[in-house]
């Protein structure tokens, strides 16, 4: 099993920018790390996703163009940079570990405990 850790949530204004980091460690190793959020009321969405190598990166529509996520494997780290945040932004964010190359969060074994991100207009 994995352990991850989310950091660098909090309160913004719309148009802001903030960095989420994700600290993996554990024995088990995963190819390929997530990032998803989950609104008040919602399903848990997918945001982006990367392979360790730093490959195989893909978005959500709504965030193509403002987020962009990066893996650092010396440091086990994956980042989540989001620009030009919008209202419709907020939610908490979480990032995952699995196997697969997916946007299911189904397809997703370990996960952090989450990041609250906030944006206010």
């Known amino acids: 099993q994995v352990q991850l850790v989310e950091s660098g949530g909090g309160l913004v204004q719309a148009g802001g920018s903030l960095r989420l980091s994700c600290a993996a460690s554990?024995?088990?190793?995963?190819?390929?790390m997530g990032w998803f959020r989950q609104a008040p009321g919602k399903e848990r969405d997918f945001v982006a996703r990367?392979?360790?190598?730093?490959?195989?990166?893909r978005y959500a529509e709504a965030v193509k163009g403002r987020f962009t996520i990066s893996a650092d494997n010396v440091k086990n780290t994956v980042y989540l940079q989001m620009n030009s945040l919008e209202p419709e932004d907020t939610a908490v964010y979480y990032c995952?570990?699995?196997?697969?190359?997916?946007?299911?969060?189904?397809?997703?074994?370990?996960w952090g405990q989450g990041t609250q991100v906030t944006v206010s207009s």
């Open positions: 995952a570990a699995g196997g697969y190359i997916s946007t299911s969060p189904a397809d997703y074994d370990s």
């Open positions: 990367i392979g360790w190598s730093g490959a195989n990166t």
């Open positions: 554990g024995r088990t190793f995963y190819g390929y």
